[in-house]
Structure formats: structure tokens, C-alpha cells
């Protein structure tokens, strides 16, 4: 159990995504409007059905011409309550979202830090020594997703079925590349309605335990995500949609 409990911290993060290209870099931003976004959740891990809800708080300001967000990750799961938390703040540049901090409790753990330090152009985390080179648009996995709703929001009929958009992610302990590939668009049926949702799918590479990570958008919900699943390589599932909205 305490497995499965692992895997479903981890697994909500990515809600609450750093081109790391110049047709990135290049690209228009459209950034979402504030809002708080509660989804449902179904999982299967090892056989056990688990059920629970997570919250999203998106926040953005503006002071003085400058503009700064917040967002706010919360998982609860039947029987374990709180089993995630996780804070990413920051301000907006010419990239998009510029994540500043990236703060995240597991269940049973301490919390760890990722730190983007805009004056030294590095990325650096308590949970590890490694250091990465901030060169623009780098992400940590809550920003991510709202880095991508930014580019959908802008591209237009560039964010189309085989588009694909590559990204520079850093989590508790280092950074990877992903890369996101537009799928479909499909009608996704949710507690607020019918949808048409543009399916994305991130896939890791040929013979990799990495995890997938398939994401729906819908347009006339600002590009809000209405669902996202997660399929381990051993067939265990985490699936949350959107439940209710609050702007």
C-alpha cells in the first residue's frame, strides 16, 4: 500500500511543462485566468481501487507592470487524507511561467525544494547535488501543465493532431526533458458537461518504465485540463477529471 501511495504522490504533480528549443522560445503566450479546479479520482494500483479528489489554485497578479502566480497542488486519498502538497511560485517572463520556488510534502516525508535562482542561471534542489543551467522556460512539474495551457492558449491551429512540444521539466531531484504530442481531439463527458478536449499524450521512450502521461484540454474552458491520466509500465492506472471550477 505504501507503494501505491508513492506513486499517486507523484502522479498528481504534474497539475499543477520548459520547451527547451527555439521554436519554443519563439512561441506566443497566452497565459489562463485564475481559478481553483477540483478533480475526481479513480486509480488501480496492485489490484486496489482507490478513490479521492485533488485541488488546483491557480493565481496570477500583476504589480507595477510586473506579473507574478501562484499554484497550489493539493492530493486526498480514502483513508490516508493529505497524502500530497505542493507549491510552485514565480513570476512571468518572455518564456512564459518563470517558476522561482517549487516546494513539495510528500505523505510520510520532508518536504524538498527546487530552486530556479534567475541570477545565477541555475536550478538546484535540497534532495540532490545535481545543477542544471537555466537558459529560458524551464518548468518544475506543477508549473508545467499551466506553461502548456499558456502555449495552447496562444498557438491556435499550431497546436493541432501531430504537433508535438518539447519541454525541460525539474522535479524534486533533477530535470528531464518531455515531449508532448498532440493526439486527438475527442468530446470528454464531465460533472460540469460535454467538452471538446484536445488529447495530448506524453510517452516515454521504446522499452522505458518510464510513466505516461495523458492530458485533455478543453478550449472553451480557457484550456483548462478537464482530465489527466497516468499509466505505469506494470498496467497501474491514475485517472482524475474535473469535478467543479471556481474563477
Given at each position: ?8 504522490q507523484?502522479l498528481?504533480?504534474i ?5 527547451y528549443s527555439?521554436?519554443y522560445?519563439?512561441?506566443a ?10 478533480y ?5 494500483q496492485?489490484?486496489?481501487s ?7 489554485k ?5 504589480q507595477?507592470?510586473?506579473k507574478?502566480y501562484?499554484?497550489?497542488t493539493?492530493t ?23 517558476p ?17 535562482d ?7 534542489f535540497?534532495?540532490s ?5 537555466i ?6 512539474r506543477?508549473?508545467a501543465?499551466w506553461?502548456?495551457v ?7 491551429d499550431k497546436?493541432?493532431?501531430g504537433?508535438e ?5 525539474a522535479?524534486r531531484?533533477?530535470?528531464e526533458?518531455?515531449?508532448f504530442?498532440?493526439a486527438?481531439v475527442?468530446?470528454?463527458?464531465t460533472?460540469?458537461?460535454?467538452f ?7 510517452a ?6 518510464d ?5 485533455w ?21 491514475v485517472d482524475q ?7
Open positions: 500500500m505504501h507503494n501505491s501511495i508513492s506513486r499517486l507523484g498528481f504533480l497539475l499543477g511543462f520548459s520547451a527555439l521554436a522560445a519563439d512561441s503566450i497566452n497565459l489562463p485566468p485564475s481559478v481553483d479546479l477540483q475526481a479520482i479513480k486509480a488501480r496492485k489490484g486496489l482507490v478513490s479521492g479528489e485533488a485541488l488546483v491557480w493565481q496570477l497578479t500583476e507595477k507592470n510586473k507574478s501562484t499554484l497550489l493539493e486526498r486519498v480514502m483513508l490516508f487524507g493529505k497524502i500530497l502538497e505542493a507549491n510552485s511560485y514565480g513570476n512571468i517572463d518572455e518564456f512564459g511561467v518563470a522561482d520556488k517549487y516546494v513539495e510534502k510528500r505523505f510520510g516525508k520532508d518536504a524538498t525544494t527546487t530552486s530556479f534567475r541570477s545565477k542561471k541555475t536550478i538546484q535540497t534532495a547535488n545535481d545543477i542544471y543551467t537558459k529560458g522556460g524551464e518548468q518544475d506543477s508549473s501543465t506553461q502548456l499558456a502555449l495552447a492558449r496562444a498557438a491556435g497546436f493541432i493532431p504537433s512540444w518539447k519541454m525541460f521539466v522535479g531531484r533533477d530535470a526533458a518531455w515531449s504530442k498532440v486527438e475527442v468530446t470528454l463527458n460533472a460540469l458537461g460535454e471538446s478536449s484536445v488529447h495530448i499524450i506524453k516515454p521512450p521504446p522499452d522505458s518504465k510513466q505516461q502521461l495523458e492530458i484540454l478543453a478550449p472553451k474552458l480557457e484550456w483548462y485540463p478537464v482530465r489527466l491520466k497516468f499509466t505505469d509500465a506494470d498496467g497501474d492506472t477529471t474535473l469535478s467543479s471550477m471556481n474563477k
